[in-house]
């Protein structure tokens, strides 16, 4: 298997909106009031999480199961965008639980082997 | 823009007009095509997505509008795809079997039509997923619990239609079904067992009806759409109490699968319980780079720190005990005495276990019907990864379990793959459910993926093991090996699918079962 194939930046924008560059990794869209996620229980993922917050954001810390996130983000409960470094399946579920003609806007960049930056916004 | 695809033998015209008809009947709004259709991909396929691409969805709200579409379909020869909510992950998910399908979504059909108390059961449409149902029951404080598969996202209609488990004492799910509405080929809509009895009320009481039980051939099958399906639901217990049994050494699961079956098949063990492989549990908390980051499968000396790490072992029994305190001492003494036969097992209460994600604190939750997504991190095991199910059926019996897990695990290591599985206890069969995780981004990994899976559904059945479900690029290879007298159940299949279908509009090709218009070359 090619590391480096499996260590390369990639980005991967789903819910129907056109893939875009995604500017360096401090630029990733964010909006003030909206705290960067991350996943506790990867050592690296605080590390990226304050890189892409910078001084404007504020960090939360997300371990383990995220399903009441994704349930009320699903629902349209709670905030509109999301933020966050985490694992892939994060994301996913964030996404794939809305119902499918409400899907959110995914935008995705690979970090490192496991993790992954990406910003959720509702589109409906 | 995606170029349309459409199925063999249909016209573009054909296909635009009965779009227009569509639109007609369920309005504008719930007909998708071109970007929306991104939501009908199999986000997990291993093969060329083009194989499985749909040039539209529709969603229906409700029967009538279901029986319309399907009479249009007929009158233009629209093949359709049936999904409901559409997470069959591993198996396919949204997309269907042959290009060109049209998908009919029935995520918007998502009532819950009756829930009764006293006799404990639902009836629902196939929209209803096992968090609508949950937090139904919740907010109304009904004294019933659900069975939910792990994740638990998916349709309590669809679940059971594809013949999938959970955890608790009603784990086998096409066994607590009671009664459905179909819409047939045609059009037709019928109501099965007791439901064919104008004004009967056992509809959801008694399974069989009256003459032969059609229940059956609605699941994982293409004869019909079903609309409205019961289900029981298991009152809730005095008390529960759940458990984890972990052994350290890989051998031990012959042991431990030979102690298993005589407290299964005497109602000692009481819940669809599981025995979980070291990585599958591993993997809800952490990933393979963390431990090792060559190639081939994890080494021994990463798979020791992780049971170390962890606190888990090669295998981890995953159980519970339901009813009066008196009554689950009983069954949890003769359950620790058997398990306290294999050297070096170990006994947990989730009280017990150190960290706060850990697996047996979600387990706890699940074998006590709450539906969670935390399972679904076990893709996390191998960055960016996806999964496919392969799940072969075999006796509880430790010979034959070790001879499919080192067959499967040797296999899989041959194609640099870990070993994530688990072992599903059943009624008097065990569901062997490997997960083959693999890099959704790395088209060499999908290669592999699929390469090793093809050769594993033959080497199995070789072995007499059979899949009990299985994934779209696999489906007619599966079929094939039920081939005992020439294959005469797959000929009995296709006999009732030309007579039931004879158009051939309904999931063409699910199952490996196919209308005589794609036999030879959908």
């Not at chain 1, 996913?92 to 995914?106: M, N, Q, T, V, W």
């Not at chain 2, 290591?413 to 959704?440: K, M, N, P, T």
């Amino acid at each position: 298997m090619d590391g480096m194939n499996r260590r390369a930046f990639l980005q991967v924008t789903t819910g129907g909106a056109a893939a875009a560059v995604l500017p360096p990794l401090v630029a990733l869209p964010t909006a003030t009031g909206v705290p960067v996620l991350f996943d506790d229980r990867f050592p690296a993922a605080r590390a990226h999480a304050e890189k892409l917050a910078g001084t404007e954001q504020s960090l939360q810390a997300m371990a383990g199961d995220a399903t009441d996130l994704m349930q009320a983000f699903a629902a349209g409960r709670g905030p509109r965008r999301l933020i966050g470094v985490t694992a892939e399946s994060v994301p996913f579920c964030l996404s794939e639980l809305a119902p499918r003609d409400k899907r959110p806007r995914l935008t995705l960049r690979r970090l490192d082997q496991d993790l992954f930056a990406w910003h959720l916004v509702h589109t409906s | 823009m995606t170029p349309l695809t459409l199925p063999p033998g249909l016209t573009e015209k054909d296909f635009n007009d009965a779009l227009a008809e569509f639109r007609r009947i369920v309005g504008d709004q719930y007909v998708f095509t071109g970007d929306a259709l991104s939501a009908y991909r199999d986000p997990y396929s291993i093969e060329d997505d083009s194989k499985f691409s749909t040039p539209a969805a529709v969603a229906p709200d409700t029967a009538e509008q279901v029986q319309a579409v399907v009479k249009v379909a007929n009158q233009y020869g629209v093949p359709l795809w049936t999904i409901s909510a559409g997470k069959n992950h591993g198996y396919g998910g949204a997309a269907p079997r042959m290009a060109g399908t049209v998908v009919l979504d029935l995520a918007r059909m998502n009532r819950i039509l009756e829930i009764n108390v006293d006799s404990g059961y639902a009836l629902l449409e196939p929209g209803v997923t096992y968090f609508d149902l949950y937090r139904y029951i919740q907010e109304k404080g009904l004294k019933l619990w659900l069975d939910v598969p792990d994740p638990g996202w998916g349709s309590v209609v669809g679940n059971a239609l594809e013949r999938g488990i959970g955890y608790t004492p009603y784990g086998d799910h096409f066994m607590m079904q009671c009664g459905m509405e179909v819409v047939l080929a045609n059009g037709e809509v019928m109501r099965t067992g007791m439901g064919a009895m104008p004004k009967s009320n056992a509809w959801q009481l008694f399974k069989y009806g009256y003459g032969p039980y059609a229940d059956g051939i609605f699941t994982q099958s293409n004869y019909g759409i079903v609309t409205k399906m019961g289900i029981w639901l298991m009152p809730e217990p005095p008390r529960y109490r759940p458990y984890m049994i972990s052994f350290q050494r890989e051998e031990d699961l012959e042991q431990v699968i030979d102690v298993l079956r005589p407290l299964k098949v005497n109602n000692i063990i009481q819940n669809a319980a599981t025995l979980r492989s070291l990585l599958l549990v591993a993997g809800i908390n952490a990933t393979r780079s963390q431990y090792h980051s060559g190639p081939g499968p994890i080494p021994d000396s990463a798979a020791k720190k992780i049971m170390a790490d962890q606190d888990i072992g090669m295998w981890n029994f995953y159980g519970a005990l339901y009813g009066p305190p008196p009554l689950m001492d009983v069954l949890w003494g003769i359950t620790r005495d058997a398990f306290a036969s294999i050297p070096g097992a170990r006994f947990f209460t989730p009280e017990e276990r150190r960290h706060d994600n850990d697996v047996l604190k979600h387990r706890a939750l699940t074998m006590r019907g709450v539906p969670r997504l935390t399972e679904y991190s076990f893709v996390n095991w191998v960055g960016g990864g996806g999964h496919i199910g392969f799940s072969p059926v075999s006796p509880i019996n430790g010979k034959e379990a070790m001879q499919q897990y080192i067959m499967v695990r040797d296999r899989l290591a041959q194609y640099g793959f870990d070993y994530l599985s688990v072992f599903a206890i059943g009624w008097r069969e065990l569901h062997h459910v490997i997960e083959l995780i693999f890099d959704r981004r790395d088209p060499e990994e999908k290669r592999k993926a699929y390469e090793v899976f093809g050769i594993m559904v033959r080497e199995a059945a070789e072995a007499g093991y059979g899949e009990y479900r299985t994934h779209i690029s696999f489906m007619d290879q599966v079929a094939k090996t039920y081939s005992w007298n020439d294959h005469a159940q797959l000929k009995f299949q296709q006999t009732l699918k030309d007579a039931l279908d004879p158009k051939g509009i309904l999931s063409p090709g699910k199952q490996g079962i196919w209308p005589a218009r794609y036999r030879q070359g959908g």
